[in-house]
């Protein structure tokens, strides 16, 4: 059907358009200045235009998806030990400069790594194993000390001899012995000091001598309380001869003049020249906020003071009261504050057996001794304990210069019990009650480290270089890596072999349970609140509580630089690529291979190098020897 026209329209009027002026025409260009800005003009022309959609170009050749990567092509420097000795055995870390760079990169992941694993089963920084030998109190006739410290087998406390004693058992003796308690705290302690004078001061107005036997030195007042044999020291004479430290021999007088404190004239010093001068005598007498954890017969520093004679370290304390103590020097100056500072009581019974170093070369140093290395099981384990028992390249006896640990060889045997199939330690001395130090002992810090420092060298070889490095040992302090004062040693052989107690002494049974023999010790049953005493177990055998563990590491932790911003370990340490676990024994070939994907983003957009770290579970080096090679494949998005 034919449309029919709408009879209301009307016709449509065309109107002819009309004429465009014609852009005027631009003269030619004759500069090079008019050229370069009418090209400007067109260009910002076109860029204002409306562009047709276009895919960005994307370089094939810059932008790598995967990236395989060998430690074969290290470009870096050999690896450093403690920032000191350079290793040319071994490595954990590799340094692979890019041929061709990596250029808009938005993420970054590992897929897929291996590498072999010739290590031995325990890390080198677990080769030490800590103990204690106490002395138990004999009463048969033995002479004990000022500052010994013993446990009294009937009731399994600590007590320190404080005036040298015989036949006085200690927990009937107070005067001769002073509690500690049922424990005996491996803490150093601290105090603060207010005041520091000498005990005794004299002033004395002139000397004489009775060639060639006697000095008197006459003072102004009454010295007769000086007891004879105690020590003065005499200042300020005009003739240097009779300044110095001497003993009384005796003291005289009833007043001005006559009063005088009298001594041997043991270098038959003339008459000389009569003076005046001080004197004094009785020790030196610190004023102090508290003396816990300070006891008569042991050492004690004090720093701060404004007179130096007052600082250093003191070898023997004399006297303790609650607010103040008493040290033999006799030492004069201006009072003032300062602060005092003890060992730990249980410092001087700390000892050690160890495995060297898997590092240190057998035929060189002597086959008579035990060394870390691969271990097929326990037995094998046993045998090398065995030797590190009987034979040390320290020697035996062995005590540090500083007095931090001791060795002796034949203390302890460590075998394997096949029956239960742990490890099991039989301590010798019945006169003595052995503890395994807990893993978190504030004592094994100073330990650690001078026998770190005494093994430099392994004792009378004198080997130099890698081969003669020190036992090693790793420091925790505040949930960090460190060398330095206030921390633990938290792994140990004790821990390795099975153990694992923690060190913590707030339960006493606890406690008690960890020595051998076991000292009666009485506690509150916290079901009932009832005090009772668990009689001593005379057994001498320690076996493990928990199992020898003989695995390396569970996981290796991979650390790449350019990915610091993105990851970071529980110690705070940046840069974690992967932790990837080890899933195969001693002189296998560990592997990974990416389950889930999760890309870091925080990384340079630019990537030309990039540098590998290794470290084990411990945050320890895991360290490869040069014959490994480690190969990782890596995702990159762009």
Known sequence: MEEQPDSDAQPVEVQEAEPQEEAAPQEPIRDVETFWSRLDDVLQHLESQPQPGTKPVRSFIYQPELLSVSSQDDSGNETMKNGLAVNPYFFNSFTVKLQKSCVNVKGIQLLRCSFPTPVTNIPDTETTFWYYRFPKYINDGRYYNAGDLVIDPTDGNFYICVITSQFTPPNSNPSFWKLVGAVAPNNSTTGAITAIAPVNSFTFTSITTSAPYFVFYFTTTNPTGLLPGSSFTVSGATSAGFNGTFSVTNTQGTGP??????????????????????????????????????????????????????????????????????????????????????????????????????????????????????????????????????????????????????????????????????????????????????????????????????????????????????????????????????????????????????????????????????????????????????PAANIDNFIAPSYACLVNTATVSIFLDPVGGSSQDSTGAAGVLATVPLNTQNNGVGFFDKVLSHKLTKIPSQLQELRFTFQDEQGNPFMLPNSAVVSMVLGVEY
């Open 257 to 534: 003049g006559t009063w005088a404190i009298i001594a041997t004239n043991a270098l038959q010093i003339p008459p000389g020249v009569s003076s005046g001068g001080s004197i004094v005598a009785g020790g030196t007498i610190y004023t102090a906020t508290s003396t816990a954890g300070l006891y008569v017969g042991l050492p004690v520093g004090v720093s701060g003071a404004t007179t130096a004679a007052y600082n250093g370290t003191f070898n023997t304390v004399t006297a303790v009261t609650p607010t103040s103590f008493t040290i033999n020097d006799g030492l004069s100056g201006a009072s003032s504050t300062a602060t005092w500072f003890a060992a730990s009581i249980t410092k001087p019974y700390l000892y050690m057996i160890r495995l060297q170093p898997s590092w240190v070369p057998p035929e060189l140093v002597g086959t008579q001794y035990a060394y870390n290395r691969t271990f097929i099981d326990y037995a094998d384990l046993s045998t090398e304990l065995i030797k590190a028992a009987t034979n040390d390249p320290l020697g035996s006896p062995f005590t540090t210069a500083g007095g931090e640990y001791k060795y002796l060889a034949n203390d302890v045997s460590l075998n394997y019990n096949a029956t239960y199939n742990k490890i099991e330690a039989t301590w010798i001395d019945d006169e003595i009650y052995y503890l395994p130090a807990g893993t978190e002992d504030p004592n094994l810090f100073d330990a650690a480290d001078a026998l770190y420092y005494d093994t430099i060298g392994v004792s009378n070889v004198n080997l130099g270089g890698w081969s003669g490095d020190g036992q090693p040992y790793k420091a925790i302090k505040n949930g960090s890596t460190s060398t330095q004062g206030n921390s633990n040693i938290t792994r140990t052989l004790n821990m390795r072999l099975g153990w694992t107690w923690n060190g913590n002494t707030t339960s006493i049974p606890n406690y008690k349970n960890q020595f051998r023999p076991i000292p009666t010790y009485t506690w509150t049953n916290p079901f009932n609140n009832v005090l009772e005493t668990t």
